[in-house]
T-cell receptor
Framework: KQEVTQIPAALSVPEGENLVLNCSFTDSAIYNLQWFRQDPGKGLTSLLLIQSSQREQTSGRLNASLDKSSGRSTLYIAASQPGDSATYLCAVEDGTASKLTFGTGTRLQVTL | NAGVTQTPKFQVLKTGQSMTLQCAQDMNHEYMSWYRQDPGMGLRLIHYSVGAGITDQGEVPNGYNVSRSTTEDFPLRLLSAAPSQTSVYFC??????????????FGAGTRLSVL
């Protein structure tokens, strides 16, 4: 059974810092990996999707990497802003019917 | 473009009551799924559908039923609510995996309390 772990569970950084969120998964036979953002009381918004054949994806200040062989992904956020404060979720898809296995998330707070 | 719409946003039930959580998407997505989110446990898959008339169980299906009579709608039914079903429920949709990797779109969620 696939298990996804995210470390740290919570993180507080001052505005402007670069930061890295970590995600690990136990079964390397994944179809893709997605990073989501969740604001309090809201749904999930897809940030980046990395196919199993890719090493990284970039969108603005966000960069996600994937090392399938070691079962790890990182989300790099450059020049953090207070508006980046949210919970970030990592999820892997096994390629059948778009079923996702989620990590428990990292709650990020960016302070002024 | 509304995306994925869930109703209601909040609901309080008494133990033993039944109800249906509604989910509709307007993106003509073939894949739809239901997840529940509980503190410290992440999101877990309840049921999913790969197209109209086709549904299957996810990780935690007990106590829930689904049907998919149309591409747009995927309701989740609680047959006899229990306090353990207190959770936040999310509906998601995406295009067919066979067309290539597709982002998942999530609704805003339904917060359910069972007393």
């Amino acid at each position: 059974k696939q298990e996804v772990t995210q470390i740290p569970a919570a993180l507080s950084v001052p505005e402007g810092e670069n930061l890295v969120l970590n995600c690990s998964f136990t079964d390397s036979a994944i179809y893709n990996l997605q990073w989501f953002r969740q604001d309090p009381g809201k749904g999930l918004t897809s940030l980046l999707l990395i196919q199993s054949s890719q090493r990284e994806q970039t969108s603005g200040r966000l960069n996600a990497s994937l090392d399938k062989s070691s079962g790890r992904s990182t989300l790099y956020i450059a020049a953090s802003q207070p508006g980046d404060s949210a919970t970030y979720l990592c999820a892997v898809e096994d390629g059948t019917a778009s079923k996702l296995t989620f990590g428990t998330g990292t709650r990020l707070q960016v302070t002024l | 473009n509304a995306g994925v719409t869930q109703t209601p946003k909040f609901q309080v039930l008494k133990t033993g009551q039944s109800m249906t959580l509604q989910c509709a998407q307007d993106m003509n997505h073939e894949y739809m799924s239901w997840y529940r989110q509980d503190p410290g446990m992440g999101l877990r898959l309840i049921h999913y559908s790969v197209g109209a008339g086709i549904t299957d169980q996810g990780e935690v299906p007990n106590g829930y039923n689904v049907s998919r009579s149309t591409t747009e709608d995927f309701p989740l039914r609680l047959l006899s609510a229990a306090p353990s079903q207190t959770s936040v429920y999310f509906c998601a949709s995406s295009t067919h995996a066979g067309t290539g990797p597709a982002k998942q779109y999530f609704g805003a969620g339904t917060r359910l309390s069972v007393l």
